[in-house]
């Protein structure tokens, strides 16, 4: 019984004047209600902030963030009825995330279900997870060559178009975690994925409506995990991609 009435008291509100915290984990509860400004302000110590599995609703504009230049880890996944827009109003970010996880939220509803541009200002990211948020588009090439994201998951959205299109072809990403499974995906695989994204070992891009062969050079890669089904992939299953690495 006591539980349940701290539960229902309990909002984000008890936190707004505690300037001097570094790190806060409220995941995994019930929390409800909007973010406090001054947790975030320009004299926010705040590195770390979790609040994801709550039950967070509303819009948060990702601007609300823009002051929190000590802001290195952000997860407000799981909060389904949250709407984030992060094009809307105009901001720029004083911090450098390494971690940002918004999966499972509701992101740029009302701009069109876009990738967060200020993505791409972030140099120091190094885990992306924009997984169950209905985005559409293709990919972006700077998010596949980012030179310091080594991991990202992409899947459940509506993205579509070619993999790698209009991306350098003599690039190569940082990339060793990506799952872009369920989604729209379309198109061959590039024969030389496997020197695009050398370091990859965890490969999830099934349920798509990739075509044609799997690359040769998909052999020259250490996988733990490769999944490729629920694809329109056809011919034979390379050599190079089942043969004994203990010799």
């Given at each position: 019984m006591f539980r349940q009435s701290i539960r229902r008291v309990l909002s984000f509100s008890?936190?707004?004047?505690?300037?001097?915290?570094?790190?806060?984990d409220l995941s995994s509860n019930r929390f409800h209600g909007n973010l406090p400004p001054l947790l975030f302000s320009s004299q926010s110590k705040i590195e770390t902030?979790?609040?994801?599995?709550?039950?967070?609703?509303g819009v948060l504009s990702f601007s609300t963030f823009a002051n929190a230049s000590s802001l290195t880890y952000l997860d407000l996944s799981s909060n389904c009825n949250l709407e984030i827009e992060t094009e809307s109003p105009s901001w720029a970010p004083t911090f450098q995330l390494k971690y940002l996880n918004l999966a499972n939220t509701s992101l740029n509803k009302k701009n069109g279900h876009v990738f967060p541009t200020f993505?791409?200002?972030?140099?120091?990211?190094?885990?992306l997870d924009l997984s169950h948020n209905m985005i559409e588009g293709s990919i972006p090439c700077q998010l596949l060559?980012?030179?310091?994201?080594?991991?990202?998951s992409l899947r459940s959205n509506k993205i579509d178009g070619s993999l790698f299109l209009g991306c350098f072809a003599n690039r190569t990403s940082s990339l060793r975690s990506l799952d872009i499974s369920d989604n729209s995906v379309r198109g061959s695989l590039?024969?030389?994925?496997?020197?695009?994204?050398?370091d990859l070992y965890h490969v999830d891009m099934s349920s798509n409506a990739l075509e044609g062969i799997i690359p040769w050079s998909f052999g020259n890669l250490s996988f733990e995990m490769l999944d490729l089904s629920n694809n329109m992939l056809s011919g034979t299953i390379p050599q190079s991609l089942t043969r004994d690495r203990t010799h």
């Amino acid at each position: 019984m006591f539980r349940q009435s701290i539960r229902r008291v309990l909002s984000f509100s008890t936190f707004a004047n505690a300037s001097s915290l570094t790190y806060l984990d409220l995941s995994s509860n019930r929390f409800h209600g909007n973010l406090p400004p001054l947790l975030f302000s320009s004299q926010s110590k705040i590195e770390t902030f979790d609040v994801s599995g709550n039950q967070l609703e509303g819009v948060l504009s990702f601007s609300t963030f823009a002051n929190a230049s000590s802001l290195t880890y952000l997860d407000l996944s799981s909060n389904c009825n949250l709407e984030i827009e992060t094009e809307s109003p105009s901001w720029a970010p004083t911090f450098q995330l390494k971690y940002l996880n918004l999966a499972n939220t509701s992101l740029n509803k009302k701009n069109g279900h876009v990738f967060p541009t200020f993505i791409f200002t972030q140099v120091s990211l190094e885990w992306l997870d924009l997984s169950h948020n209905m985005i559409e588009g293709s990919i972006p090439c700077q998010l596949l060559f980012n030179t310091s994201i080594r991991g990202l998951s992409l899947r459940s959205n509506k993205i579509d178009g070619s993999l790698f299109l209009g991306c350098f072809a003599n690039r190569t990403s940082s990339l060793r975690s990506l799952d872009i499974s369920d989604n729209s995906v379309r198109g061959s695989l590039p024969e030389n994925i496997g020197h695009l994204l050398p370091d990859l070992y965890h490969v999830d891009m099934s349920s798509n409506a990739l075509e044609g062969i799997i690359p040769w050079s998909f052999g020259n890669l250490s996988f733990e995990m490769l999944d490729l089904s629920n694809n329109m992939l056809s011919g034979t299953i390379p050599q190079s991609l089942t043969r004994d690495r203990t010799h």
